[in-house]
């Protein structure tokens, strides 16, 4: 079994910073790519940004420059740096970690979400 949790979400001004993490534990023999994505009301899920065990990453167009995806491997964790933030930023952030279990599983698993609100 393993669980993520996000943490960092909140209200922030426009032009404000917000700094997410996700810790994963459980079962975890190794995980491959972490990823960001956010879901705004009445809006379909999108990636905001990913990135892979040995620190490659993307992002999506409309966060390029404003914000920062890392992991910390020894932590299981993934951060999402977010800058600059704009009103069309607020969404619900979920992280998710494409895992290999100690029983040799391999699953994506997906954290509760967090609240994102950019509002002044």
């Known amino acids: 079994q393993v669980q993520l949790v996000e943490s960092g979400g909140g209200l922030v001004q426009p032009g404000g910073s917000l700094r997410l993490s996700c810790a994963a534990s459980?079962?975890?023999?190794?995980?491959?790519?972490m990823d960001w994505y956010r879901q705004a009301s009445g809006k379909q899920r999108e990636l905001v940004a990913g990135?892979?065990?040995?620190?490659?990453?993307n992002s999506a167009d409309s966060v390029k420059g404003r914000f920062t995806i890392s992991r910390d491997n020894a932590k299981n964790t993934v951060y999402l740096q977010m800058n600059s933030l704009k009103s069309e930023d607020t969404a619900v952030y979920y992280c998710?970690?494409?895992?290999?279990?100690?029983?040799?599983?391999?699953?994506?698993?997906w954290g509760q979400g967090t609240q994102v609100t950019v509002s002044s």
């Open positions: 998710n970690a494409d895992v290999i279990t100690t029983d040799w599983r391999r699953r994506v698993y």
């Open positions: 459980g079962s975890i023999f190794s995980i491959y790519d």
């Open positions: 990135i892979t065990n040995s620190g490659k990453t």
